[in-house]
T-cell receptor, first 114, second 113 residues
Framework: GNSVTQMEGPVTLSEEAFLTINCTYTATGYPSLFWYVQYPGEGLQLLLKATKADDKGSNKGFEATYRKETTSFHLEKGSVQVSDSAVYFCALSTTTSGTYKYIFGTGTRLKVLA | NAGVTQTPKFRVLKTGQSMTLLCAQDMNHEYMYWYRQDPGMGLRLIHYSVGEGTTAKGEVPDGYNVSRLKKQNFLLGLESAAPSQTSVYFC????????????FGPGTRLTVT
């Protein structure tokens, strides 16, 4: 079946460090891929997305490239800030009999220290 | 434009009590979803709807019922709450499905004692 696997946290970094959060997926067909961010006490909000192979999604300094050959969508940021502390979810959308569903990873907590 | 709203934000129930969680969206979205979020388990789909008057089961539907009488509202009911239903519940909506992102509400934190 379809699934998303992302690295376990927490990930603890110093401010201005480089961030990578790994995400791999299993899916039939051609899913769309997403990264969502959840700040404490809030719902998930879209960070970036990619809809086809080799697309790069980017937003707020974060980037991720849809790699079909490695079934990966790793999240990167060159210089993290304390305000980036949150939980990050990798997700995919796929269709079954015309109905779209979303599969989420378990989330990776990021802590950025000043 | 409020996006997706959920009521209530917090609730404490005793085992066996019932309640309804309300989700409303003002984006004219066709698809609506209910998830639960538990530590270490990400989001799990409870029920979803592909349009007004339709509902379907997700990954963990047992103990929950839903209704979508109006396009903008999606209700999640717990008929007889159990401690295992202690969780944070999120509603989400999406426009045409598939390649568009989901919009999430702020969540409802439910504790069943």
């Amino acid at each position: 079946g379809n699934s998303v696997t992302q690295m376990e946290g927490p990930v603890t970094l110093s401010e201005e460090a480089f961030l990578t959060i790994n995400c791999t997926y299993t899916a039939t067909g051609y899913p769309s891929l997403f990264w969502y961010v959840q700040y404490p006490g809030e719902g998930l909000q879209l960070l970036l997305k990619a809809t086809k192979a080799d697309d790069k999604g980017s937003n707020k300094g974060f980037e991720a490239t849809y790699r079909k050959e490695t079934t990966s969508f790793h999240l990167e940021k060159g210089s993290v800030q304390v305000s980036d502390s949150a939980v990050y979810f990798c997700a995919l959308s796929t269709t079954t009999s015309g109905t779209y569903k979303y599969i989420f990873g378990t989330g990776t907590r990021l802590k950025v220290l000043a | 434009n409020a996006g997706v709203t959920q009521t209530p934000k917090f609730r404490v129930l005793k085992t066996g009590q019932s309640m309804t969680l309300l989700c409303a969206q003002d984006m004219n979205h066709e698809y609506m979803y209910w998830y639960r979020q538990d530590p270490g388990m990400g989001l799990r789909l409870i029920h979803y709807s592909v349009g007004e008057g339709t509902t379907a089961k997700g990954e963990v539907p047992d103990g929950y019922n839903v209704s979508r009488l109006k396009k903008q509202n999606f209700l999640l009911g717990l008929e007889s709450a159990a401690p295992s239903q202690t969780s944070v519940y999120f509603c989400a909506s999406t426009g045409t499905g598939g390649r568009t992102e989901q919009y999430f509400g702020p969540g409802t934190r439910l504790t069943v004692t």
